[in-house]
């Protein structure tokens, strides 16, 4: 019992000392914004909200964390703190690697949460966290940019457009967009309240558009497409193309066509 005591209590000391804690960063920043300005949202792989609400400035709150131990996580969490920048037209919130690590750098998690002001540009870039925007953006134009996150949209806005790889682009608008412009790899793609063109091309998810009111291009491998048309211009031009999927076109009533179908 004098031999087996000592190592009982080493045994307990080390696994103390292999606990693992968490390291956290949380940042806030506030800019004076005009309208006519772009945000610019560089991030890796950070899920991304953000709320429009009347006022004059936006305000960013950028957290980072890792459940680890050691100092790799303290050094990965530097290597992701965030930058604000106002460049005049465009005010900057990066949160991306600012150099390399050893291979066994913690698996880091991330947020960033935005509330701004109408009538300001959208621009967001995230490797592989979720996209989701909310409110009315007035005469603003939304760009998203993920990798294999997804991408959601209810509100309104001038324009919208996205590119991603693997996740699924759904947009809700409350007037019908000046522009819907979607890419994605293999997501689905789906647009509410309309808009005056649209351009969709999913290489194997599904494409759902409502509500058009003019030109309308479509491409998928192997999805189906459903598009659906509240009125439309005599000069319009719809361009609907599936490698294996159905096309199913609603026009509204009395609509004189011309063109081919080829299957």
Known sequence: MQIIRP???IAALMAATLVHADVELRQE??????PGQT????????????LVQPGSTVHAVVELSTRSSGGSAERAIEAYRPVFEDKGDTLLIRSV?????????????GSVTITMPPDLDLSVDSSSGSITIE???GDGEV???????SVTADGAMRSFRSDTSSGSTRVSVSRPLELFSADSSSGSIRLEGGAREARADASSGSIWLAGLLGDAVMDTSSGSITA??????????IEAGASSGSITIRLPAGTVLSGTVDT
């Open 135 to 137: 409110g009315d953006l």
């Open 228 to 237: 659906q048309w509240d009125a439309i211009p005599p000069d319009a031009v």
């Open 143 to 149: 760009s998203c940019d993920a990798s294999s996150g």
């Open 29 to 34: 920043h506030t800019f004076d914004a005009r």
């Open 39 to 50: 945000l610019v949202i560089d991030v890796a792989f950070h899920r991304v909200d953000v």
């Open 97 to 109: 690697r600012k150099r390399s690590w050893s291979w066994k750098s913690p698996n880091l998690k």
């Open 7 to 9: 190592l009982v209590l």
